[in-house]
């Protein structure tokens, strides 16, 4: 849980759109709504819907950051 948060509070529009694979929309839409406290915050932000939530909860294992 601690990992989304980071993720969803700090990685990069670059990590967002090249890595976790979003769309340049929905990462910019991420970032614009920062910070988001939690999965129904992220869930709120335009262009998110569940086919990006999966991405970021599938990428979160991979991120080191």
Known sequence: LEF??????S???SELDD??????D????IVDARPIADMDA???VPD??????????DYVPR???
């Not at 989304?4 to 509070?9: I, K, N, S, T, Y």
């Not at 998110?48 to 909860?57: E, I, R, T």
């Open 63 to 65: 991120w080191g950051g």
């Open 42 to 44: 992220l869930s709120a």
């Open 48 to 57: 998110v819907g569940p086919s990006a939530l999966q991405k970021l909860l």
């Open 26 to 29: 929905t990462t910019a839409n």
């Open 11 to 13: 990685a990069s529009e």
């Open 4 to 9: 989304r948060r980071v993720l969803f509070r």
């Open 19 to 24: 890595d976790v694979g979003l769309d340049t």
